[in-house]
């Protein structure tokens, strides 16, 4: 136990806690059974962007559940909070199996995937995390360990289901894992010139494909706006590999990033070029290009602590969903950004598919984009504030997961269901031993909706 | 930073402590501010312009001269949750000089708000962000803090009290997430300094809730304004005292 300063993946807003690693279940309910008024928090590592896995003057905890059992003839598995998808992946495959939902690292923990909900490329065809599990074993804040399936008690797992571990602390899951004959991808490349091109090419081809997105070229506006390189994906099939191991996996030497980069290195005009150079360098159409799980999923993974290229002020993640129908809103948000040089390093946008029952599960049918921009850039507020009004008035919603900035004010709005998720929690956390810096910054276990 | 939520503004009607706060909410929406002051009713006009721009404000009692007080303050002010900066804005010239010199009561009144005021205030703020684990404690501190003039010296000995209290301060919590910064403007011209003739390197409101801003996104931990007092007082602060005394400032 020592105090520790911690940082989402963004590096912004730091607070210091007192952090416990490698927790048994027994020091787990010790320190539940000690917690004061700021609370309890599990930690998984630390790569939602903003506050969410911080708890500021309270206690931080790192559960030591490493486990990972799979069957192999069922497909389904039981993984421990605390297992990595790098790890888990590897123990996936050499069984012909995959996880039904990779984010965009492999640097994860099943804990995190579970709190956050995640989804990945194949939302439209899959879902998100939670629609692959069948149990969560979780301790509470009372100290009881308790299996909770989406039967017997539907309330708590679709309350922990994206509830950003503030029900209880997972210590492990069951999931269902997807069948692969191979561990590469087969991956189609389309360039587009705007932002009709892109979005119609996903709106008719995803159905074709498990995996689909686009990356959008943040700084082009006028006629060429919303420009990017659309890629979409299938596992491919054994045949299609006439490799010696098809289902070999490995993680490839990674460069890192000196620790004192100066705070400009990324900025308006490198972003803009390497914006210029991506798009150029994709093919107008490519098919049937094998690419591997890592440079498919995880391209980000190759370089070690790459957040640190946004220098000490570290990085704004940003990321939003409308609703079907509301593309408009995307429309004009591309426009606004751009014109407010939001250089954007890395722009993303899916269509997702359909929610479940996750009271703050955040994907829903419609349009999401992601952009990372670095914090110094002046009007970024505003302009974001903007957004995130729009966004309520629209039926959208930003990820918690990412967030490090929105307004209280906007969360009920953005997320219609948070007065019968607090319910749940009411009911398994009364003395609210569960917080974080992201629950008391967005009032989230505030009691009724008297909010002043 | 970037994304302040809640502010304290301990002095609610400090005309610095105002141009921070509008400088903090600069294309902002949703901050919550509470402004704390001994009359409460006269951050009237104050809380309604805040409210203009999209802030929830709350109006507080505070008396810095009523040191049994300052814990309830702080604690009403974090109870609606963390606070991200808390300011200490409040302070009195007190007669001129050449009257304190015949009245050290009146002098001793001064060193009060300005310096005991700020130890208690200072205590109580610095207790909150402590325990919360993160936030910053901003002081207006002075360049009279500097070197004490024969001009001001009562006034100027309670800033430097201040601001000596508020650098031990800044060390206590070195460690738990929680910081200091200590601003030491030159000359202002607001209510406070109302009627006199402006320095050389006077500063404005405007120039040192920008500075604050700035600084907060940064890791100093005091800052001149204008920046170049660091300088000038650097060499100041070592003239021998016959030359100093003479000075025209
Ligand atoms: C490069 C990069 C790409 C990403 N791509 C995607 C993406 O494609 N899709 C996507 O959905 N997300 C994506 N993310 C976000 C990331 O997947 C989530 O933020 C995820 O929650 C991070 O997991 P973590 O283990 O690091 O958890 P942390 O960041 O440590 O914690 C996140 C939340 O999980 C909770 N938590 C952790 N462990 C437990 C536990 N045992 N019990 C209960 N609660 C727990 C924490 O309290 C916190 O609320 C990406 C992040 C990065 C850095
Ligand atoms: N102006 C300058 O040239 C200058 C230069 C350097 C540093 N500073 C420092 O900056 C700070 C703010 O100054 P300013 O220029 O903004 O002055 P200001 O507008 O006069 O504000 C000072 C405020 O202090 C409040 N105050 C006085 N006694 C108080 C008490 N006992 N309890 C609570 N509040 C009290 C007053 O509020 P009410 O009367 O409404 O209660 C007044 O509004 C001060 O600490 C000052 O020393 C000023």
């Known amino acids: 136990m020592s105090l520790s300063r911690l940082t989402g993946w963004g590096r912004t807003a730091p607070s210091v806690a007192e952090v416990t690693v490698d927790v048994d279940p027994q020091s787990l309910r010790a320190v539940l059974g000690e917690a004061d008024a700021r609370g309890v928090l599990a930690r998984g590592l630390g790569r939602s962007y903003g506050d969410a896995a911080q708890n500021g003057g309270g206690r931080v905890v790192c559960v030591a559940e490493h486990t990972v059992d799979v069957d192999a003839v069922s497909g389904v598995v039981r993984a421990g909070a605390s297992v990595s998808f790098d790890e888990l992946i590897s123990a996936l495959l050499p069984h012909g199996l995959f996880v039904p939902v990779s984010p965009g690292t492999r640097r994860i923990t099943v804990g995190g995937a579970i709190a956050a909900d995640i989804h990945g490329k194949n939302h439209h065809a899959d879902g998100s995390w939670g629609a692959h599990l069948l149990d969560l074993e979780m301790m509470l804040a009372s100290g009881e360990i308790r299996i909770v399936t989406p039967l017997a008690d539907p309330e708590l797992f679709w309350a922990t289901i994206g509830g950003m571990g503030l029900t209880g602390v997972v210590l492990s899951c069951r999931f269902r894992a997807l069948r692969v004959e191979t561990s590469r991808v087969l991956v189609d490349t389309w360039r587009t010139n705007d932002l009709d091109g892109t979005m119609s090419l996903m709106a008719e081809r995803d159905a074709d494909y498990r995996y689909t997105v686009a990356w959008i070229d943040s700084l082009a506006t006028g006629g060429r706006l919303g420009r990017g390189v659309v890629t979409m994906a299938d596992h491919a099939p054994a045949s299609a590999v006439p490799d010696v191991s098809p289902l070999g996996f490995s993680d490839r030497a990674r460069i890192g990033v000196p620790r004192l980069v100066p705070s400009g290195l990324l900025n308006g005009l490198t972003v803009r070029a390497f914006n210029e150079l991506w798009y150029r360098k994709s093919p107008v159409q490519r098919t049937a290009e094998v690419q591997g799980i890592g440079e498919f999923f995880h391209p980000l993974d190759m370089i070690r602590d790459w957040n640190r290229l946004y220098g000490r002020q570290g990085m704004l993640q940003y990321q939003f969903v409308v609703p079907l129908g509301a593309e408009g809103t995307l429309r004009a948000a591309i426009e606004g950004l751009a014109r407010g040089g939001a250089a954007s390093f890395l722009t993303v946008l899916k269509r997702f598919g359909s929610a479940n029952d996750g009271y703050l599960s955040f994907p829903f049918p419609g349009w999401t984009l992601t952009l990372d921009v670095p914090t110094g850039l002046s009007g970024l507020s505003a302009l974001l504030d903007g957004l995130d009004r729009t966004l309520v008035e629209v039926g959208g919603r930003v990820y918690l997961a990412k967030d490090s900035r929105l307004s209280p004010d906007h969360l009920a709005g953005m997320y219609p269901r948070l007065e019968q998720w607090r319910a749940v929690c009411e009911r398994v956390d009364p003395d609210h031993r569960f917080q974080s810096d992201l629950s008391r910054r967005l009032g989230m276990r505030r009691r009724s909706a008297a909010s002043t | ?249």
């Open chain 2, 1 to 249: 930073m970037g994304n302040v939520q809640r502010v304290l503004l301990l002095g609610g009607t400090s005309e610095i402590g105002q141009a921070i706060v509008r400088a903090l909410l600069q294309g902002r929406s949703g901050v919550h501010v509470v402004l704390a002051s001994r009359n409460p009713d006269s951050c009237g006009a104050f809380a309604s312009e805040l409210r203009g721009r999209g802030a929830s404000v709350e109006c507080l009692a505070f008396d810095a001269d009523d040191p049994g007080s300052h814990r309830g303050v702080v604690d009403l002010a974090a109870a609606g949750g963390d606070l991200d900066v808390i300011i200490t804005a409040w302070g009195v010239l007190g007669a001129p000089q050449c009257a304190l010199d015949a009245d050290p009561v009146s002098a001793s009144a001064v060193v009060q708000t300005n310096f005991a005021g700020v130890v208690s205030a200072g205590l109580e703020a610095a207790r909150v962000l402590r325990q919360q684990g993160h936030g910053t404690l901003v002081h207006l501190s002075s360049v009279a803090a500097e070197r004490t003039r024969r001009a001001n010296f009562v006034y100027g000995s309670s800033k430097a009290g201040s601001d000596a209290f508020m650098q031990g301060l800044a060390d206590s919590l070195v460690g738990s997430g929680a910081r200091v910064l200590v601003m030491r403007p030159g000359f202002v011209s607001t209510k406070m300094t109302a009627g006199m003739k402006p320095h050389p390197f006077s500063t404005t409101p405007e120039a040192i809730a920008a500075a604050t801003v700035k600084a907060l996104r940064g890791t100093a931990t005091t800052v001149w304004v204008p920046g170049v007092l660091r300088v000038l007082f650097a060499v100041l602060r070592h003239l021998p005292r016959v030359v100093w005394r003479r000075l025209p400032i």
